[in-house]
């Protein structure tokens, strides 16, 4: 199997914390992408970073990629109630011509 | 901003009967999928399409499954004879360039009884 494990599967924060979470992966990628899902909708990308970047920020998210060690974090800064949602990574395997999903953490932000 | 369409948003159908899911992709893009995912599992690979013709499939889209695109906007998954561990969620998404993020559709839920 191409991917390994997302950790925690589920979070729980009060408003104004970070949340981190992680994803593991079993081969080599072209790029790494991170996916937010709120219940029973669909799945938005929300950044992608390549297997020759270790770092990439998009306004409250920074995601950080180590192909050493085949993981990858996320991070939302400043949480907010309207990051309640599932955060899914999907790994891009070069010579594929498709994603592979994690499991997914289950974000709740508390207000 | 560009959409991924899917229709219904909902269906209902009984077992053994067919289903055909649509999809328009963003109109500039290249390559095609379709993903599904089962209740309160994770979103499953199902097939990747690019020039006309299926790039790449997984175990699960066995010979009920077929993709097409009839025309230059539509992408349509067909399922001939829907089995009840068929009912899930059903993406499809679309992607300019290969190597890129992939927009997704909000899904179909396909749901047989």
């Known amino acids: 199997s191409q991917q390994g494990e997302e950790d925690p599967q589920a979070l729980s924060i009060q408003e104004g914390e970070n949340a981190t979470m992680n994803c593991s992966y079993k081969?080599?990628?072209?790029?790494l992408q991170w996916y937010r899902q709120n219940s029973g909708r669909g799945l938005v990308h929300l950044i992608l970073?390549?297997?020759?970047?270790r770092e990439k920020h998009s306004g409250r998210l920074r995601v950080t990629l180590d192909t050493s060690k085949k993981s990858s974090s996320l991070l939302i800064t400043a949480s907010r109630a309207a990051d309640t949602a599932s955060y899914f990574c999907?790994?891009?395997?070069?010579?594929?011509?498709?994603?592979?999903f994690g499991q997914g953490t289950r974000l709740t932000i508390n207000p | 901003e560009p959409e991924v369409t899917q229709t219904p948003s909902h269906q209902v159908t009984q077992m053994g009967q067919e289903v055909i899911l649509r999809c328009v992709p963003i109109?500039?893009?290249?390559?095609f999928y379709w993903y599904r995912q089962i209740l309160g599992q994770k979103v499953e690979f199902l097939v990747s399409?690019?020039?006309?013709?299926?790039?790449?499939k997984s175990e699960i889209f066995d010979d009920q499954f077929s993709v097409e695109r009839p025309d230059g906007s539509n992408f349509t998954l067909k399922i001939r004879s829907t089995k009840l561990e068929d009912s899930a969620m059903y993406f499809c998404?679309?992607?300019?360039?290969?190597?890129?993020?992939?927009?997704f559709g909000s899904g179909t839920r396909l749901t047989v009884v």
């Open positions: 999907a790994t891009d395997a070069w010579g594929a011509q498709k994603l592979v």
């Open positions: 081969t080599s990628i072209n790029n």
């Open positions: 970073i390549r297997s020759n970047e």
């Open positions: 109109s500039n893009h290249l390559y």
């Open positions: 399409f690019y020039n006309n013709e299926i790039s790449e």
């Open positions: 998404a679309s992607q300019e360039r290969s190597g890129d993020g992939y927009t």
